[in-house]
């Protein structure tokens, strides 16, 4: 059955929907085609807020705010619709910001109006997913494209009498999703004009945004473009109503020292300095400003302007006996265990002095972050090459082993063991060729490796790397998992603030993490598609920490481990029903348990 089959049998009736929604959540299969895949993929993300699917908890965030740049564009659009005719046809228009709180509602249809306040789609209310399941804005948001919800597709059973149609918007200039404008009408009033209709509002009001945004914001971009392209190092671009950042600030800056950072920039700018300035950033490291700002600007328009940065150490910060020292010394870096610090430093001083070392750790421990943040630090305007075995099959980059990449910068081999014979003689001869050149080839080099005994063949290359560095599991600096977690979360989450509860932050710290700082992204990056704002309760971690196991599962070790988990949680720690709804017997729930080192949730 096609999309649109679908779609027009809802418009109809309904009653496929209706049957496909029971089955969902009485957690029978489904056929193909019953439900649409946007739609299965919502009520999922529905299943997995525990979103009631009986009756909508209306959730109101905060009151609108109209002096946004999106409502000042989009509210002349919305209400001139009303003036052509809009009125008299029982739909709304909802414009949403991008975290799917309402911020106007215009409605041409008393009946339909008092509906709507009754289930919360209001001002000041959340329509996202996570609130209330799934629905037009709410799904265009999540989904990031064009979404239709009819009828009985929508989670919450009390919105099975509503049909919505939506589009994200995105401003015209930076590219970032600012909201959504969703239309919405009685079902039986519901035809596929809605979503043209809502597609062709929704492109006026990115009309409107584009004429609305200034000359000096497209003189911003396309300068903050040029000088990604020409320079190196950390580069922000900023004006009152624009920031941008390119990759290199957000990766050496944590976000604290990022805030601190665009409020100097903003008050250099605004005082329209030209030189160079320096400030200090509260993590300890000093930022060289060079602001540029843009052309033709004066005291009655805002000031705005590119700004390239350069870290600098303060005098006398490495001076023996001068007392405490900033809490971590590579910016860009997270953590402040002594054995983190300590390998973090040994790297530092190596490439300070032109040492080659061998770093060496577990698969996922952070070798190569640190390693490209050592060389942002002490070289950012340099060339960071990484050479990758499991890469090079599909590239001949021995094939001149006189000229190995990273003239002038930095050079980092990944995975040596995975290279033939062949090809580890002809990288030794080409790192020997780059040492016998001496001082004017300027290349620093540095290969990670796994714990463990090597080769002879990786042995006789790692002897032209006199030190090594050892750098720790996560699990023998676990306390930086206060600093990592926060961290993380401000770079994953593009919704808003989300932190970690106390509760949620104890499960993660009896984790074991096999898998290091790796794994833990990965898990955080999880949490984050379906918890965006808020606190992480214990509730949101995935099963895997939920065990202690020292060890990575296989596959299918995973998924029998992540079913116990969910039934525990499922039927509040009772092993016994646990054991039943998985066709277990109590002998082997409690051996797998122990297997998997679950930690069973309270009774």
């Given at each position: 059955?096609?999309?649109?089959?679908?779609?027009?049998?809802?418009?109809?009736?309904?009653?496929?929907?209706?049957?496909?929604?029971?089955?969902?959540?009485?957690?029978?299969?489904?056929?193909?085609?019953?439900?649409?895949?946007?739609?299965?993929?919502?009520?999922?993300?529905?299943?997995?807020?525990?979103?009631?699917?009986?009756?909508?908890?209306?959730?109101?965030?905060?009151?609108?705010?109209?002096?946004?740049?999106?409502?000042r564009s989009a509210l002349p659009v919305l209400q001139s619709l009303l003036g052509e005719g809009l009125e008299d046809w029982p739909v709304s228009v909802i414009l949403a910001d991008a975290g799917g709180v309402v911020l106007s509602r215009l409605t041409g249809d008393h009946d339909l109006e008092r509906h709507l306040d009754s289930i919360g789609l209001a001002p000041g209310f959340s329509c996202a997913e996570k609130s209330v399941g799934t629905n037009g804005i709410g799904t265009a948001l999540e989904s990031g494209r064009a979404a239709h919800v009819f009828g009985h597709e929508h989670y919450v059973g009390q919105l099975a009498g509503l049909a919505c149609a939506a589009l994200p918007i995105r401003h015209p200039v930076s590219g970032l999703t600012v909201g959504a404008l969703g239309l919405t009408c009685w079902r039986q009033d519901a035809g596929r004009l809605l979503i043209a209709l809502a597609r062709s509002i929704a492109g006026q009001v990115t009309q409107a945004l584009l004429t609305h945004s200034s000359a000096q914001e497209f003189q911003l971009l396309r300068d903050y473009r040029r000088a990604c392209r020409h320079s190196g190092g950390i580069i922000v671009a900023l004006t009152d109503n624009i920031v941008m950042m390119n990759d290199c600030a957000r990766g050496v800056l944590e976000p604290g020292d990022q805030a601190a950072l665009l409020g100097h920039a903003a008050r250099?700018?605004?005082?329209?300095?030209?030189?160079?300035?320096?400030?200090?950033?509260?993590?300890?490291?000093?930022?060289?400003?060079?602001?540029?700002?843009?052309?033709?600007?004066?005291?009655?328009?805002?000031?705005?302007?590119?700004?390239?940065?350069?870290?600098?150490?303060?005098?006398?910060?490495?001076?023996?006996?001068?007392?405490?020292?900033?809490?971590?010394?590579?910016?860009?870096?997270?953590?402040?265990?002594?054995?983190?610090?300590?390998?973090?430093?040994?790297?530092?001083?190596?490439?300070?002095?032109?040492?080659?070392?061998?770093?060496?750790?577990?698969?996922?421990?952070?070798?190569?972050?640190?390693?490209?943040?050592?060389?942002?630090?002490?070289?950012?305007?340099?060339?960071?090459?990484?050479?990758?075995?499991?890469?090079?099959?599909?590239?001949?980059?021995?094939?001149?082993?006189?000229?190995?990449?990273?003239?002038?910068?930095?050079?980092?081999?990944?995975?040596?063991?995975?290279?033939?014979?062949?090809?580890?003689?002809?990288?030794?001869?080409?790192?020997?060729?780059?040492?016998?050149?001496?001082?004017?080839?300027?290349?620093?080099?540095?290969?990670?490796?796994?714990?463990?005994?090597?080769?002879?063949?990786?042995?006789?290359?790692?002897?032209?790397?006199?030190?090594?560095?050892?750098?720790?599991?996560?699990?023998?600096?676990?306390?930086?998992?206060?600093?990592?977690?926060?961290?993380?979360?401000?770079?994953?989450?593009?919704?808003?603030?989300?932190?970690?509860?106390?509760?949620?932050?104890q499960l993660l710290l009896r984790t074991s993490w096999p898998g290091n700082t790796e794994q833990l992204w990965q898990v955080l990056r999880r949490i984050v598609h379906h918890r965006r704002t808020g606190t992480i309760q214990p509730a949101d971690l995935p099963p895997e920490c939920l065990t202690v196991s020292r060890r990575l599962l296989g596959p299918l070790e995973s998924m029998q481990r992540d079913a116990i988990v969910q039934s525990l949680l499922d039927y509040h720690g009772n092993k016994v029903k646990t054991a039943e709804s998985l066709g277990m017997s109590r002998a082997t729930i409690y051996r797998k348990i122990h297997q998997y080192g679950i930690i069973t949730p309270a009774s």
């Open positions: 059955m096609s999309r649109g089959t679908v779609v027009a049998a809802e418009m109809t009736d309904g009653t496929g929907s209706a049957r496909a929604r029971q089955r969902f959540l009485a957690e029978q299969p489904l056929g193909p085609g019953q439900v649409r895949d946007t739609i299965m993929a919502s009520w999922q993300r529905s299943r997995q807020w525990n979103v009631a699917a009986g009756r909508i908890d209306p959730c109101y965030v905060r009151d609108p705010g109209l002096g946004t740049p999106l409502t250099a700018l605004a005082d329209s300095h030209r030189g160079s300035v320096d400030a200090a950033l509260p993590t300890g490291t000093t930022a060289r400003m060079y602001c540029r700002p843009l052309p033709g600007q004066d005291q009655r328009r805002s000031a705005g302007g590119v700004v390239h940065v350069k870290l600098i150490e303060p005098a006398g910060q490495l001076a023996a006996g001068t007392g405490s020292r900033p809490r971590r010394l590579v910016p860009g870096l997270v953590g402040s265990g002594p054995l983190w610090l300590r390998s973090c430093d040994r790297v530092d001083a190596a490439m300070a002095a032109g040492r080659w070392l061998v770093l060496e750790g577990e698969p996922g421990a952070g070798r190569l972050a640190l390693l490209r943040a050592v060389h942002r630090r002490r070289n950012p305007a340099g060339p960071f090459h990484v050479l990758d075995a499991g890469d090079a099959s599909g590239h001949d980059w021995l094939s001149a082993p006189g000229d190995l990449p990273g003239a002038g910068g930095s050079l980092v081999i990944r995975h040596p063991d995975r290279l033939s014979a062949p090809r580890l003689r002809a990288l030794r001869t080409a790192l020997e060729q780059t040492l016998a050149a001496g001082p004017q080839k300027a290349l620093w080099a540095a290969v990670t490796v796994s714990q463990g005994p090597v080769s002879g063949d990786v042995a006789g290359l790692l002897q032209l790397f006199p030190g090594t560095v050892e750098l720790p599991p996560l699990r023998h600096h676990i306390e930086d998992l206060h600093e990592l977690v926060p961290f993380f979360l401000s770079k994953l989450s593009q919704h808003g603030p989300l932190a970690c509860s106390p509760e949620a932050m």
